[in-house]
Every structure is written in structure tokens, then in C-alpha cells.
């Protein structure tokens, strides 16, 4: 599959991202419907009817089956209600449509579909009802993507039911308007309604329902920590995996930058005036009005402070007052090199410049540049833009991963990685860059799921790849790791790689105590970048089709 947009424009988009229930979820209080006979078949009874798969070798698979009623018409920007129930057989071996989302990126599928609230479901075919099983809830940003995108067949294969989703993005599913209220969370929301499907249908297809783990990369990884920290979330899973999304420092955002926000989209509409003329007008707009008011680079997130997410992901974590459920929590080596790549590669860019280096470094860490660029000399790198990479790396990705893991361990069993592979498969169709990407983002779904975004694994990697997807599947099943649990400040993070399976020597590989000396305190002590370069979006960026908007 040959892409023909700019690698930055998804790249860098895609790197992204009552009282709370305490200890262990409780399955039973979260069930739906009554208990029904497994019936493993490719004809399933759901608790809204019936549904037809298709067989593959020794995997059904079930696609586009709806969790929920279409949000469309006056059901726009409301919470998921259940979906109607039918008579006789659903046709079930389709995907249902992405939901509305912007065009441009190969992370995504442009589409201006409100009635996508579909989840697709694949299984051995011989399950025995005791399987663990997967929720898998897709990243780019909360703006991009679909559940089908990813394929399962690997880890399904490997022991579990596999269960994918489309949730409402951008600005369907996170608009922050006083006009429309309630709508700052709906695609978390979405989420936890799936979840809800599969505590009453997962036993159907021969998963354990009482053994559901959720998972998510990037701005789904963001909404793994939301439901760790949700109440609304309490009872609807058991474990979870958090890939490339540092709770310590995402999940959210304010009231004041949600509702900013919903100004800007408001007044590019023309939709100002009192609140029941504004919220008439924003119903009124098409998805493709309301997609071009939004833009297509935005990091929507649900908004703290309110009653579906009560506290950033951050305090939870800090206070103990999530979800205490094992977690597998980690991040690639290097995850910043797609980012620099993709500002390479775009119209009109070119390899970083030595010069370019510094005068980048001041602009992201303001004050504190003089002490990263002596800890961080360009001599240190074969290139500026392989120095950039490694700073950027370190202070927004490396460091807040391990304040999550050490805020995460204490409440609850957590195993922490580095995926950390240096021969990675490149995107599929680009041009070669400059230098290796390694562990970019996302480098590590290559290898548990098959995605049409990159190249083939290296055929040498097959033993490799196998072993990660029955980590991953073991974790599912059990809650542990053939690696110790993370315990103390400076626990045990496992590299994951064909050359080497044992303990990171994360913090002095990450200069973790430099960053925690020299970075604000943000209630974890992470190290952030005073702003970002990544986060600049111009006029000029956006018409040229490249951008460095994360």
C-alpha cells in the first residue's frame, strides 16, 4: 500500500497521545443481560440478537457489530445509548464506518460518518469460554483511526478474543461548548458502553468475561489512564496495558483549553449568540462543516474536573484513587525519531541541520536550555536531527514513563518495559530516511498486530515477534510478566528486542536524574519541554501538507 501524503502530517499527529472505586474491579457488578451457552460458531446469539461471522483457517471473525444506537440526528453529542435489538441473523463480516474524522492521514480513514459505534470481535474457533480478552482502543491523537485498521489475527491466535473499537473523535466526541453540555468526554464514553458489550457478550464467543483487559497506544494509551481514573469505568475490566502514554503527564485537559476550544470551532461557524442559538447552529452544520471548523490538528482529550473524570490521570495515580488492576505500562526507545523523520521528510523539508540544533533546544526548554545542550551535546550524535530525537525522547517520553510506573506500583502489581528493537520496518511507500527510525512511536504495533501502515518484519524477527504477542497475551491472561514486577523508584524496566530480553538500565540510559533536577515539579516530578517545537502548527505547515502538530 503506497501512501501519498506527508509521513509529518500523520507522524508527528499520531505521537501522540461519585467516589472512585478502590482494589480490584468487581465483573459482576458491571455484567449486562443474563449468562447465555457459549456458541463459539460463526453464528452468535448477542444480548441485542444474533450475529453471523466468517471462518479463517482457525479464527471467526465478527466485524462491524453495533454497541450502541447511531449517534446521529437529535442523538448527536449525547451519551451512547444501547443499540436497537434486531430479529433473525446480522450480517456481521464487514467493518462499520469510521467515524467522522478529518482527511490527510494514513493513520486514519477520512470519513464524515456519525453511525460508527461498532466493535469487531475476533476468536479461536475452538474457544472454550475461558480465553482472556483484549480490548484494543486505537490511537492517533483522538482524532484519527477505526478498530479494523489493526489486525488481531496474530495475538487471537495466540490465545485470546480479540475485541477492537471505533469511538466518536474529534470534535463529535469532545466538543467542550457551554451550549452543548456533556459533550467533553463522549468518545471515553463510547468506550466504556463497549466495554459494557463485552462484559455481557464476550462469554458468547468463547472469551472469558470475567477476564478483560484493556489496551491502548498513544491517545488510546491516554485513554487507558482515563479509565484507570474514571469512576464511570469502575467493574469494566480487569487488567490493563498502556503503550506510549505517560499517565504522569496526559489523559486531560482544563475546562479553559476544552472551552477555547469550542470558541474557536464556534465563531469559524458562525455560530455565536446565546447558547440555545449556538447549540441550534452547531447541530445544524454536516459533519464536513463541523470537521473543517475543528482542523486537523487537535489533541481533544476529556476534561478533569468534571463527573466522568473527576482527577487528571496524574492525581489519581498520585493519590491512589484509580482502578488498582495490573497494568502493563512502557514506551518505545526512541520514540521521537518518527517526529524529527517525518519534519524531514515533508514537502519542502530536508535533514536537520547542524546549525538548526540549538536554537531548537532553546525553543523547547526555554530557561533550561543551557543545561540540556551541555548533557545533550550534538557531538554526543551522529546527526542534529538524531540529537533532537534523543532529547525530546527523554524528557517527554522515557522520563514520564517511569514516574508513571513508580506512582502506578505503588497501589498495584505493575510491570514496566522498553520496547527497544533497532531494526523496525520502515513506513510502507516513503522514501528511506535520513537515519534508522529504531523504536520510533508506534514501531512496536508492527509486531503485535498487521498493519498495512508498515513494512514487512524482517523475517529473521518471526521468533521475536512471537514472543512479544504471548507476552502481551499472557499478561491478558494472568496479570504477570516473565520479568519481575516493578517495585521501589527505580524498578525493573525489561527491554524488549530480538538481541536483547533482560533488565533497561533505564534511568542512567534516560538521564532520569537530570531531568527530575533540572525539570518544574508537576506533581510527579517529570521533565516536559517549556514548549514543545512539535506543537507549532502555521498557516504555512498546513497548506503545504506537512505539519509538526503532535
Request: include cysteine; charge should be neutral.
Amino acid at each position: 500500500m503506497r501512501h501519498t501524503r506527508s509521513v509529518s502530517q500523520w507522524l508527528v499527529t499520531a505521537l501522540a497521545l461519585g467516589g472512585l472505586a478502590l482494589g480490584l474491579t468487581t465483573p459482576e457488578a458491571a455484567a449486562a443481560g443474563t449468562p447465555r451457552a457459549n456458541s463459539t460458531g460463526t453464528v452468535v446469539d448477542t444480548t441485542a440478537g444474533t450475529v453471523r461471522g466468517t471462518r479463517s483457517g482457525e479464527l471467526n471473525s465478527f466485524r462491524g457489530i453495533p454497541y450502541a444506537a447511531p449517534p446521529v440526528g437529535r442523538l448527536r453529542w449525547t451519551p451512547p445509548r444501547p443499540p436497537a435489538p434486531w430479529t433473525g441473523v446480522r450480517d456481521t463480516t464487514r467493518p462499520g464506518a469510521p467515524c467522522a474524522q478529518p482527511a490527510g492521514l494514513p493513520v486514519g480513514t477520512p470519513s464524515e460518518n456519525e453511525d460508527c459505534l461498532y466493535l469487531n470481535v475476533t476468536a479461536p474457533a475452538h474457544a472454550d469460554g475461558r480465553l482472556p480478552v483484549i480490548v484494543w482502543i486505537h490511537g492517533g491523537s483522538l482524532m484519527y483511526g477505526s478498530g479494523d485498521m489493526y489486525g488481531p489475527d496474530r495475538l487471537a491466535s495466540a490465545g485470546a478474543v480479540v475485541v477492537s473499537v471505533n469511538y466518536r473523535l474529534g470534535v463529535m466526541g469532545f466538543l467542550s461548548s457551554t451550549a452543548v453540555a456533556g459533550a467533553d468526554g463522549l468518545g471515553l464514553q463510547d468506550q466504556q458502553a463497549a466495554l459494557r458489550w463485552v462484559r455481557a457478550n464476550a462469554d458468547s464467543f468463547g472469551g472469558d468475561a470475567r477476564n478483560v483487559t484493556v489496551m491502548g497506544q498513544s491517545g488510546g494509551g491516554y485513554s487507558v489512564c482515563d479509565h484507570l481514573a474514571s469512576p464511570a469505568s469502575a467493574g469494566l475490566f480487569d487488567r490493563a496495558v498502556v503503550q506510549s502514554a505517560p499517565c504522569a503527564t496526559g489523559g486531560t485537559r482544563t475546562r479553559a483549553e476544552a472551552d477555547a476550544d469550542a470558541r474557536r470551532i464556534a465563531a469559524a461557524l458562525g455560530c455565536e449568540g446565546g447558547r440555545r442559538a449556538t447549540e441550534a447552529c452547531l447541530r445544524r452544520a454536516t459533519p464536513a462543516e463541523l470537521l473543517a471548523a475543528y482542523g486537523p490538528f487537535n489533541e481533544p482529550r476529556p476534561v478533569a474536573g468534571t463527573e466522568l473524570m473527576p482527577l487528571t490521570p496524574a492525581e489519581a495515580l498520585r493519590t491512589g484513587r484509580f482502578h488498582r488492576v495490573p497494568v502493563l505500562v512502557g514506551v518505545d526507545h526512541d520514540e521521537e525519531r518518527g517526529s524529527v523523520l517525518g519534519r524531514e521528510l515533508a514537502p519542502g523539508g530536508a535533514p536537520m541541520r547542524p546549525e538548526e540544533y540549538e536554537p531548537a533546544v532553546r525553543e523547547a526548554f526555554g530557561d533550561r536550555a543551557g543545561a540540556v545542550l551541555r548533557r545533550y551535546p550534538l557531538s554526543a550524535r551522529p546527526s542534529a536531527g538524531e540529537a533532537l530525537a534523543t532529547v525530546l525522547t527523554d524528557a517527554s517520553w522515557s522520563v514520564p514513563t517511569l514516574d508513571t510506573a513508580r506512582l502506578l506500583s505503588r497501589w498495584t502489581p505493575t510491570r514496566a518495559y522498553e520496547f527497544a528493537e533497532r531494526d523496525t520496518p520502515w513506513f510502507e511507500g516513503y522514501p528511506a530516511p535520513s537515519f534508522a527510525p529504531r523504536a520510533q512511536h508506534m514501531s512496536e504495533l508492527a509486531y503485535l498486530f498487521d498493519l498495512d501502515l508498515f513494512e514487512d518484519v524482517k523475517a529473521g524477527q518471526a521468533a521475536f515477534r512471537d514472543r512479544l504477542i504471548r507476552t502481551w497475551t499472557g499478561f491478558a491472561a494472568s496479570g504477570r510478566t516473565d520479568w519481575p514486577a516493578f517495585r521501589g523508584t527505580e524498578g525493573h524496566v525489561q527491554t524488549l528486542s530480538s538481541t536483547d530480553w533482560g533488565r533497561a538500565d533505564f534511568v542512567r540510559d534516560h538521564q532520569y536524574r537530570f531531568w527530575t533536577r533540572t525539570a518544574p515539579r508537576t506533581g510527579t516530578g517529570t521533565a516536559q519541554p517549556a514548549q514543545r517545537p512539535d506543537r507549532k502548527v502555521t498557516a504555512t505547515t498546513v497548506e503545504s501538507g506537512a505539519t509538526t502538530a503532535r
